[in-house]
Nanobody
Framework: VQLQASGGGLVQAGDSLRLSCAAS????????MNWFRQAPVKEREFVAS????????HYADSVKGRFTISRDNAKNTVYLQMNSLKPEDTAVYYC??????????WGQGTLVTVSS
């Protein structure tokens, strides 16, 4: 499985942005999909996850109520809708695929910069 993240950019605080992650391969629904992020000089942290058919989602407390993860299995794509962005959301965002509790594949990351 190859993952290609896109949609990052420079926005102002309070703006919205939608990230996409396109996956290759015919077994996309076999994988729970995740978004992680890594800010400068910080460790990579979990942002959100969604189960294979989208019935279950989980969010980090820091983004709950502002971010929404979704997926379209027909398009092999997972999305992260980010609303009410804050400067502390600035990071490189990575999508990741997992069949179990362990991440199997990582995307290359897309940079989100939120100015105050």
């Amino acid at each position: 499985v190859q993952l290609q993240a896109s949609g990052g950019g420079l926005v102002q605080a309070g703006d919205s942005l939608r990230l996409s992650c396109a996956a290759s391969g015919p077994t996309f629904s076999n994988y729970a999909m995740n978004w992680f992020r890594q800010a400068p000089v910080k460790e990579r942290e979990f942002v959100a996850s969604i189960s294979g058919f989208g019935s279950s989602t989980h969010y980090a407390d820091s983004v709950k109520g502002r971010f929404t993860i979704s997926r379209d299995n027909a398009k092999n794509t997972v999305y992260l809708q980010m609303n009410s962005l804050k400067p502390e959301d600035t990071a490189v965002y990575y999508c990741a695929a997992a069949r179990t509790s362990r991440i199997d594949y990582w995307g290359q990351g897309t940079l989100v910069t939120v100015s105050s």
